[in-house]
């Protein structure tokens, strides 16, 4: 089970944290990556760490300004999102990808947690 948390309303330019918290002994050899859907759009890719934080991936929308890490010890994964931009608003899913893959796909997986709302205001 993941929990999504962190969202909220931002200035253009600001800052936050989102956080997932993941239930169960598994979550060190999952790939975790971050999603967000846009107002009237398809969900896309944001970020994704594999499970020894070596590797990571962002979109090229957010490069550079969001950071993508995990916590294995505390079950938990984080997504850094500085430089808002209003066309950041969103709503915000993480995932977990049990085969560790590690790519920007969705079908790679196969446990969401339930999204948090994240809104830069201009």
């Known amino acids: 089970q993941l929990q999504a948390s962190g969202g909220g309303l931002v200035q253009a330019g600001g800052s936050l944290r989102l956080s997932c918290a993941a239930s169960g002994r598994r979550f060190s050899t999952y790939a975790m990556g971050w999603f967000r859907q846009l107002p009237g759009k398809e969900r896309e890719f944001v970020a994704f760490i594999q499970r020894s934080a070596g590797s990571t991936g962002y979109a090229d929308s957010v490069k550079g300004r969001f950071t993508i890490s995990r916590d294995n010890a505390k079950n938990h994964v984080y997504l850094q999102m500085n430089t808002l931009k209003p066309e950041d608003t969103a709503v915000y899913y993480c995932?977990?990808?049990?085969?560790?893959?590690?790519?920007?796909?969705?079908?790679?997986?196969?446990?969401w947690g339930q999204g948090t709302q994240v809104t830069v205001s201009s």
């Open positions: 995932a977990a990808d049990p085969l560790d893959i590690g790519d920007r796909y969705e079908n790679s997986y196969h446990y």
